[in-house]
């Protein structure tokens, strides 16, 4: 049985359309786990605009989050078990207006933030909640980001309110080297990424290790592009062709990377993508049989991990959400979720200050997959994992992704320890 909010929260995060159930009065009556008021945390996301499927399915991952925290009697404080919800707040994809979400959240009464599709908004938060927190010590804010990757985010922008559970832009492509390294027949990348802080920084990395690691592969190409403007991408596929690059590398995301892949597709480049977000999506629906063997993602986790905990985590998320469009979970936000529920338990109170720092010190575990946040930076330390597209029901692919017949196998597991970076953070604490 799960639990429920009351209807009288403005934003109900538990109120799925796909779901009728989760608006029902009688059943959240039956199941809320005491009259104490919940826990509440605001998803700043974009939930409007080009980017809408992304802060949507952010949303899906955090209500199954949620509800598996509520069934088990919510969270556990001494004045009496409380719910968790995740409220939802706009952001249209633009940074001011997350800037008024946040003030949204405030006003509201929340102090629990989170978000992560963008990098740029992810730092115009972070800037505007170490203002408020110099300025209102009693009003406290915490951030917690599940997909914000820019490095400096953790480095020399770090911030003692600010969470990463998400691998930044340099582990991730330290991992997909880890394969690209050993691709002896490669010997030309081109490099393509949206033109922000996030893309920027995975433009420099790669240009960085290939340098080190693959200093005979030939940089083809090296562009960016406007994020979430460009409506057709064939003439920068056209360009990645006319190249003769052998693979694109690119940290895109959303239907910038959905929109790239297609362009390809229909030009006819049958080169590899090494990707960061290769595996949902849309993309590989879009490539079809032309990305089998040749479209390579790193995440912190695949559906086709192969340990039979993670096998039942996924099929609870495809019970819960058994639309294919739908199909797209994330651990690194289950494991967030459940480091706060356990950093709330473990201070006593919700109270930022506190709950911070539980939160710097937890070691969390989800369906066999471990992570343990690094306190000198806060940055979130797990396994990454690398994998290739392939047909579903070949070896080691049992699962597809969002029903195209087309699922990753993971090819390569990188311990936390080796996936481990050092950082620039020079954290200043209350």
């Known amino acids: 049985m799960y639990f429920f ?3 009288l929260l403005k934003r109900i995060v538990l109120t799925l359309s796909a779901c009728a159930c989760l608006s029902s009065p009688a059943l959240w009556a ?23 499927n992304t802060g949507e399915a952010v949303f899906r991952n955090l209500t199954w989050a949620a509800e598996r925290v509520n069934a088990r009697g919510g969270i556990k404080l001494s004045g009496g078990n409380r719910a968790l919800v995740f409220e939802r707040y706009d952001s249209k994809g633009q940074n001011e207006e997350a800037l008024s979400a946040l003030r949204s959240a405030m006003d509201d009464g929340i102090t629990l933030v989170t978000q992560g599709n963008s990098s740029s908004t992810a730092a115009a938060l972070i800037d505007a909640i170490n203002k408020h927190n110099e300025r209102e010590p009693g009003k406290r804010l915490l951030f917690m980001n599940y997909s914000a990757v820019d490095p400096v985010l953790t480095n020399d922008k770090c911030s003692y309110w600010h969470f990463r559970f998400d691998a930044h832009a340099d582990m991730r492509m330290a991992a997909l080297m880890d394969v690209l390294k050993d691709d002896k027949a490669l010997k030309s990348v081109y490099l393509i990424g949206q ?80 990707t960061f977000y290769g595996n949902a999506l849309g993309v590989p629906a879009a490539l079809g049989d032309a990305g089998v063997g040749k479209v390579i993602a790193v995440a912190d986790w695949f559906p086709n991990a192969t340990s039979a905990q993670s096998e039942v985590f996924y099929q609870s ?108 953070c020079k954290m200043v604490r209350p």
């Open 195 to 274: 033109d922000y802080s996030f893309g920027q920084a995975v433009g420099r990395e790669a240009r960085k290790q290939l340098g080190i690691q693959r200093p005979d592969i030939q940089i083809v190409g090296d562009e960016l592009h406007p994020i979430g403007r460009v409506k057709d991408f064939l003439p920068y596929v056209a360009k990645i062709k006319a190249s003769g690059a052998q693979a694109v590398m690119t940290g895109n995301w959303g239907n910038d990377l959905t929109l790239l892949v297609k362009a390809a597709r229909e030009v006819g480049f049958e080169g590899k993508f090494y």
């Open 317 to 424: 998320f495809r019970q819960r959400f058994p639309k294919p469009q739908d199909d797209y979970v994330h651990m690194r936000m289950q494991l967030m979720v459940e480091a706060l529920v356990q950093s709330i338990e473990k201070a006593g109170s919700v109270e930022s200050a506190a709950v911070a720092a539980q939160l710097e010190k937890a070691t969390v575990l989800v369906a066999g997959h471990q992570g343990v946040m690094r306190s000198a930076d806060h940055q979130f330390q797990q396994p990454l994992l690398v994998a290739v597209m392939d047909k579903q029901g070949a070896p080691g692919v049992k699962f597809d992704v969002e029903g195209s017949g087309y699922g990753f196998r993971v090819i390569k597991t990188i311990a936390a320890a080796r996936a481990e970076q050092a950082h620039s």
């Open 5 to 7: 909010v009351p209807p």
């Open 30 to 52: 039956q199941s809320a786990p005491t009259a104490q008021p919940p826990v509440r945390v605001a998803l700043i996301e974009s939930l409007s605009g080009p980017f809408a």
